[in-house]
């Protein structure tokens, strides 16, 4: 199902230029598509319908508040994939005719299918905080992009929480650690970063895999937790995953304070388990809360005036916040490109450059209106990621509450690892193309 939230033809406009090369006026007709793959529908709906929200509001108030990105609105358009793989290529190949600047399968299981064919059709994938780690590495993967972290790093942030909790990783030496996962591309990812480090450091690895179709029938899993008796469990779901996880965490008496997850769960994941859920921990690189001037505008401009199907609850939530983020990598993105190519309507080419050379400063966040909601990004040629610290948060029964500072990932372990990751998937991929793609002085 694709649904059409606006088709904008810009009015002409020329602005005075902020980069040294000249900024050509955008023709009458011209528009920058930017579709967006969701699933308001489906088990995963319940962690996909805030996103979508987030990520079509931040957009719409761009085209409400400001005409769009530079004298060029923006034409947003949604398709349904229902996190199913079948039709997030069918979006995908339902919309690269119509010149996307940009696609975000949100999904690691459609990203990877999309790897091989982004460089084939000039169109640049934003797997953001998910997909393959190794595609980090710019000069492999040219056209695709995941900041702010890989989830290699995110594991190696857990570890390093964890391993601070015990006084040190050399402590986790004879622990247990636990690994529930959707078992799909998304929970495998880690996978064998997570067994690298139980090499290194002596501690026992369990694995306990959901399937998709079991999300919410874990009580085989979790009597095999109890069986274990893990030290500490680490999770990494989406959709119903999580909060059925949560609440057989708590049915089986797992210590909630020992039970922590990659940066996915939101409030109602953790609000479902009850009581119970109190200390249940997660990492995350951004503000939760809607005490920001963004949030305020796009209230004022898209929720306010019914421009969105927008759940007003849900607003400021982490979710919610969440897709805003990965809406205003877009935005800067096309933006970027804009002062790069002197072009008010860019291409998927162009946008590509745009991400790769994206330097999102702590002057530019505070003109954006997030000043406070989270760390500066800069993207390279060479490193698609940034590998952005991230920091512990805990549900302190009825809201997420930071409690560490920033943890940064290991990135003398990660590092070698996706070097090495990126060449064994060109070894495996016969005649993967060298990078051609000239790099920006800028990046």
Not at 9 to 20: G, N, R
Not at 131 to 139: I, K, N, R, Y
Not at 316 to 345: C, D, F, H, P, W
């Amino acid at each position: 199902m694709k649904k059409t939230s606006i088709v904008a033809v810009a009015l002409c406009a020329a602005i005075a230029a902020t980069t040294a090369m000249p900024v050509v006026p955008a023709s009458a007709q011209e528009q920058i598509y930017v579709p967006l793959f969701t699933y308001r529908t489906g088990p995963f709906s319940g962690s996909g319908i805030p996103i979508a929200e987030g990520m079509h509001d931040y957009l719409e108030m761009l085209n409400q508040r400001d005409g769009g990105i530079g004298g060029v609105k923006l034409a947003i358009e949604e398709c349904e994939t229902g996190y199913d793989t079948k039709k997030g290529i069918e979006c995908y190949e339902s919309v690269k005719n119509k010149k996307p600047v940009v696609v975000n399968p949100w999904s690691t299981g459609i990203t990877l299918p999309l790897i091989a064919r982004a460089s084939v059709d000039k169109v640049p994938v934003l797997s953001m905080a998910y997909g393959l780690s190794a595609s980090a590495v710019g000069d492999v993967f040219p056209w695709v992009f995941n900041p702010p972290a890989t989830y290699w790093d995110g594991l190696s942030m857990i570890l390093s929480y964890i391993g601070g909790k015990e006084g040190g990783l050399e402590k986790l030496k004879g622990k247990t650690l636990g690994y529930i996962y959707l078992d799909a591309g998304f929970g495998k990812e880690p996978i064998p970063l997570f067994q690298q480090f139980a090499k290194d450091y002596g501690f026992n690895l369990k694995l306990y895999p959901v399937a998709a179709t079991e999300m919410q029938n874990q009580s085989a899993q979790w009597l095999n937790v109890r069986r274990d008796r893990p030290d500490y469990m680490v999770l990494y779901g989406w959709g119903a995953l999580n909060p059925t996880a949560i609440k057989e965490a708590a049915r089986v008496n797992f210590p909630m304070d020992k039970f922590v997850s990659i940066w996915w769960p939101g409030e109602d994941d953790a609000r479902s388990a009850g009581a119970a859920a109190k200390g249940f921990k997660m990492l995350n690189w951004h503000a939760v809360g809607a005490d920001f001037p963004f949030i305020q505008d796009i209230k004022k401009h898209v929720t306010d005036k019914n421009l969105t199907q927008t759940d007003k609850t849900h607003i400021g939530a982490l979710l919610y916040n969440r897709g805003v983020y990965n809406s205003m990598l877009i935005a800067e993105a096309i933006r970027t490109a804009q002062g790069l190519t002197g072009k008010k309507a860019v291409s998927g080419e162009d946008v590509r450059r745009g991400l790769e050379s994206l330097d999102v400063s702590p002057a530019r966040l505070k003109e954006i209106g997030m000043a406070g909601f989270t760390d500066p990004l800069k993207l390279t040629c060479s490193d698609h990621n940034g590998h952005l610290p991230a920091f512990m948060q805990e549900w302190d029964g009825a809201k997420w509450v930071k409690i560490s500072d920033p943890i940064k990932p290991m990135m003398d372990k990660v590092g070698p690892l996706l070097a090495d990751a990126a060449k064994e998937y060109v070894e495996k991929n016969t005649g993967w193309p060298k990078r051609t793609e000239a790099c920006d002085k800028s990046s």
